[in-house]
C-alpha cells in the first residue's frame, strides 16, 4: 500500500495532489487572514458605529429635550394668548366704556365753555344796553340843560320885554308857561333816569 497508487491515478500525481492541496491549503490559510480581516473591520466599524449612535444618541436626547422645551412654552403662549383672547371682549367692553365716558367728559367741557360764552354774551349785552341807557340819559340830560338855557334865555327875554311893556300880565303868564315846560322836561328826565 505504501508504494501502490490507485488505479484511477496516473502515476507522477502524487506531486500534483500534494501541490494542490498545498495550493487548497495556501488558498485556505489566505481565506482565514481575510476573514480575520474583515472580522476584524467589522468590529471596528460596529464600534464606530456604537459610538456615532451614542452621539447622535446624545444628539437626538439634547434635541428631543429641546424640543420638549420649545413644545411647553409654545403650549404657555398659546395659553397666554387664549386668556388675551378670553379677555378680549371684557377689555373691548372696558375700552368703550372709556371711551363714552371720555366723549362725555368733552360734551360737558364743551358745554361749559358754551354756557361760559352766554354768560360773556349776556354780560356784554348788559353793558351794551347799559351804555346805551347812559347814552340816551346823557342826551337827554344834554337836552335838559339846553331847554333850562332856552328858558332863561326866553325868562330875560321876558323881563326885557316886561320892562319895555308895562303890562306886566303877559310876562308873567310866559313866566308861567315856561315854568311848567320846565317841570314837564325835569319829569321826563326822571322818567329816564328810572
Not at 75 to 98: F, I, R
Amino acid at each position: 500500500m505504501g508504494g501502490s497508487v490507485a488505479p484511477w491515478e496516473k502515476p507522477g500525481t502524487m506531486s500534483n495532489s500534494f501541490r494542490c492541496y498545498h495550493t487548497f491549503s495556501q488558498h485556505l490559510k489566505d481565506l482565514k487572514k481575510e476573514n480575520f480581516s474583515l472580522k476584524l473591520r467589522i468590529y471596528f466599524l460596529e464600534e464606530r458605529i456604537q459610538q456615532k449612535y451614542e452621539d447622535s444618541s446624545n444628539d437626538v436626547h439634547k434635541r428631543n429635550i429641546e424640543l420638549k422645551v420649545e413644545v411647553e412654552s409654545l403650549k404657555q403662549e398659546l395659553q397666554e394668548k387664549q386668556d388675551l383672547l378670553d379677555k378680549a371682549p371684557t377689555t373691548a367692553e372696558s375700552l368703550t366704556n372709556q371711551n363714552e365716558e371720555e366723549l362725555q367728559r368733552h360734551c360737558e367741557e364743551r358745554q361749559q365753555e358754551i354756557s361760559h360764552i352766554q354768560e360773556i354774551l349776556e354780560t356784554k349785552e348788559a353793558l351794551l344796553v347799559r351804555g346805551e341807557s347812559e347814552k340816551m340819559v346823557s342826551l337827554a340830560e344834554a337836552e335838559f340843560q339846553c331847554c333850562l338855557a332856552l328858558e332863561r334865555e326866553m325868562m330875560m327875554k321876558m323881563e326885557e320885554e316886561e320892562e319895555k311893556c308895562e303890562g306886566g300880565s303877559l310876562g308873567s303868564r310866559l313866566q308861567q308857561g315856561a315854568l311848567a315846560e320846565k317841570d314837564r322836561l325835569a319829569g321826563g328826565q326822571v322818567l329816564i333816569e328810572v
